[in-house]
């Protein structure tokens, strides 16, 4: 990070970028302040003067043995072994003059110390801060060795792809392929320690997107190569590998962006910055999001409060109305928006346009009168301005929400991605042509949701995911189609049928993290932040489980896919169950708080086919169905008691109370379906995956029953 700086920028010499850095620094800092602190002290007893002696010659003892480290890592670095030395010698002579202030020969007796001169202390601070000083460039030199590593690394991964793309036989290409994949799970590891290293969040999403994009392009880039040796007079085909390469190579460019801390190193050796929006990996877009344009224009008008409406306060909040109407004007030109969307959005652009109207009128009033305080005028002014930036930014989001929805329930990428298997198998040339527009189609709106989830992010993280997942799309929508049409010139062809089941896998788990980043960007905007955790896995022994551990079983690729698939199956019942739960305002009704403990643990699972979450195993999924069974059950007790019992009065007569009725009297059945499958024993690994998919199709039937009475309910029922 800072290792790439230049050695005479003294402004970022010492700035510490990485957590260990950090962590190394804090006893150390902890040490000295213990000695300034004491130092200061008029009076000192003898045995506080031993102790403190025992720790100056402690702190000489560690710089020592630290420095001697230092000195020995730089041997395979000349360029910067001359820097180290210098900063290694600086740090012994720091800590050797620790030691010296706090000698019990220097410090002197009690009656001495009465009457110590106060640039003592003066000059133990200034020895600590040559010290820490020292210190932290011995640290971020070494630092930058770590770099040096990473970015060699990175080169070799990149020597390597072009010896890749030059080869011209099937023995050259396994011999390179080979000797790229060694390359990339060296670079993998670098890269994932440094990820976890960096304290910048922004950083750290920017690395792991890198990393992401070189882990599914890998597979992507073994069968394109080989599609193309098989088929060379194919253009789809040199197009589809062509387009992988130009995606490792950006995500090998940013991987080096972050390193460096925002220069990437031109291939001619010559620095050169990066401007591609927030992510750096390819989007031209330098536009601010809409969260942050109205979080500015929001706290311009809180601010009026104190600056009042003066001649610069107007033009700077007509700046960023005018600035947060850019990032709408995303919304409103959308053609995927609906007519209902864009007139409420449009309609509430105009109200705030008035609101701002009227608060600069207020402003110059107070101006004309040399009012210095805010008044009642001005205060309900700044108000509905809040108001309506609040109804305004609620609006976009449901726009967003709605695009996104309108995307998953439909599922076309299923039905897309299954005609172009089948025209590329039955040779159909002019009907993987017209499917390529539809996919087309899809695709743009794809990336249009991405677009305004980006601008509805609230963190740089979350904003450097959604341009991630653009970015991605918008890159893996060709490869796709070029992989179909090489299938379709060439339906025999089993590499090719390969390559184009890779690109479909790829696109599906992409498609997948949208979905992530959807709930996610909606949880935080709705003000959930991190999903309320309401159980924790059972333990073994309790809540009714065996405590006979059973034996955890990894599944295979395709096994995986057919859990995976009926997890985001559970996926978006279990987020359209959230959401109709969380229509309701009491927040300890027994039956929405049952609801959503349902919705949190479905969505565990969920995460288990994903290899993400709590759950890492087979054993924990079955603890968490078993808990799942029995909260299912108690789930119905309490709907039972609500709709017959104590509350009738509350639950007039009607037909959705008898439909919400049928419903419930429903789980108990599934419960007990999925009880059962639970207690089949499991020997070997088929029996486990039979297991797994008997229990995920029976846990969708009963997230079904929750699901459906969650949409009959409205304001005559559970009120």
């Known amino acids: 990070m800072a290792g790439l700086q230049p050695k005479s920028d003294a402004r970022l010499s010492l700035e510490i970028r990485t957590k260990s850095v950090e962590q190394t620094l804090v006893p150390l800092v902890s040490q000295i302040t213990t000695l300034v602190n004491h130092r200061e002290k008029p009076r000192l007893s003898e045995r506080t003067q031993q102790a403190l002696d025992r720790v100056g010659q402690a702190v000489s003892m560690a710089v020592g043995r630290f420095v001697a480290v230092g000195e020995s890592i730089v041997e395979d670095h000349p360029e910067l072994r001359q820097e180290m030395l210098e900063a290694c010698q600086e740090a012994r002579a720091a800590g050797g003059s620790i030691q010296q202030q706090t000698s019990v020969s220097n410090m002197g007796s009690e009656a001495s110390a009465a009457t110590r001169n106060p640039a003592d202390k003066t000059a133990m601070v200034r020895a600590a801060r040559q010290l820490l000083s020292a210190i932290t460039k011995v640290l971020l030199i ?19 792809l072009a010896q890749v793309e030059n080869v011209a036989t099937f023995q050259d290409f396994v011999a390179s392929f080979s000797q790229f994949g060694k390359y990339m799970v060296e670079l993998a590891h670098l890269s994932g320690d440094r990820q976890n290293d960096l304290k910048s969040e922004k950083q750290r999403a920017q690395m792991g997107s890198a990393r992401a994009i070189l882990e599914k392009s890998t597979m992507m880039l073994l069968t394109s190569c080989k599609t193309c040796l098989r088929h060379p007079e194919c253009r789809a085909a040199r197009h589809n590998r062509d387009a992988v390469f130009l995606l490792i190579r950006n995500a090998l ?28 990996i390819g989007l031209a877009s330098t536009h601010p999001t809409a969260s942050r344009a109205f979080k500015e224009l929001e706290d311009l008008i809180d601010m009026a409060r104190v600056t009042m409406i003066s001649p610069a306060t107007e033009d700077k909040l007509l700046s960023a109305f005018e600035l947060s109407k850019e990032t709408v004007d995303d919304f409103t030109d959308s053609p995927y928006t609906s007519h209902d969307n864009r007139e409420k959005i449009i309609q509430l652009t105009e109200r705030l346009r008035d609101e701002m109207q009227t608060l600069i009128l207020v402003g110059r009033s107070l101006n004309a009168r040399e009012v210095v305080a805010p008044n009642q005028d001005l205060e309900t002014a700044i108000l509905r301005c809040l108001d309506v930036c609040k109804c305004l930014r609620k609006q976009l989001l449901e726009a967003a929400m709605e695009q996104a929805s309108e995307l998953f329930r439909r599922n076309e990428d299923h039905e897309l991605l299954s005609g172009l298997r089948a025209a590329g198998l039955n040779g159909e040339v002019q009907r993987a042509e017209q499917l390529t527009v539809h996919f087309a189609e899809h695709q743009e709106q794809l990336e249009e949701v991405c677009k305004l989830f980006r601008h509805m992010a609230t963190s740089e993280p979350l904003v450097i995911t959604a341009e991630h997942n653009e970015t991605f799309i918008h890159s893996l929508g060709p490869m796709i189609l070029y992989a179909a049409q090489c299938l379709a010139q060439y339906p025999s062809s089993k590499i090719a049928r390969e390559n184009l089941e890779v690109f479909a896998d790829a696109w599906e788990s992409q498609i997948n993290d949208l979905s992530i980043l959807v709930k996610e960007v909606n949880d935080v905007c709705q003000g959930r932040g991190e999903k309320v955790v309401y159980l924790s896995l059972p333990r073994p022994g309790k809540h009714g489980t065996t405590s006979r551990s059973l034996r955890p079983v990894k599944l295979d690729a395709e096994e995986q896919a057919k859990i995976a698939k009926l997890g985001l199956e559970m996926k978006l019942i279990t987020s359209e169950m959230e959401a109709e739960a969380d229509k309701w305002a009491e927040p300890d009704n027994a039956v929405v708080r049952r609801a959503k403990n349902m919705a949190a643990m479905a969505f565990s699972m969920y995460l288990f086919t994903r290899g993400e979450g709590r759950l890492h195993t087979t054993h924990d999924l079955f603890l968490q169905l078993n808990s799942f069974q029995r909260k299912g059950t108690n789930f119905t007790r309490q709907s039972r008691i609500l709709l017959r019992g104590s509350h009738l009065m509350k639950v007039p007569p009607c037909t959705s109370k008898d439909e919400l009725l049928a419903y419930i009297d429903r789980i108990p059945g599934c419960c007990q379906q999925l009880h059962v499958t639970l207690k089949t024993p499991t020997f070997g690994k088929s029996a486990t995956f039979n297991k797994v998919r ?16 969650s949409q009959i309910c409205d304001d005559n029922i559970l009120v």
């Not at 040096?148 to 390597?160: G, H, N, P, W, Y």
């Not at 190193?265 to 992510?279: E, I, L, Q, Y």
């Not at 008997?694 to 009475?709: I, K, M, Y």
Request: net charge negative; glycine share 10%; charged share 15%.
């Open 142 to 160: 070494a630092d930058r060795i770590v770099i040096k590593q990473l970015i060699a690394s990175k080169d070799k991964v990149l020597q390597c």
């Open 694 to 709: 008997g229990s995920a199709l029976a846990l969708l039937e009963v997230h079904a029953c929750f699901q459906s009475p």
């Open 253 to 280: 460019d940013l991987m080096q962006h972050v390193v460096t801390d925002g220069g990437i190193v031109a291939r001619n050796g010559n620095a050169s910055p990066v401007v591609n929006g927030d992510s750096g």
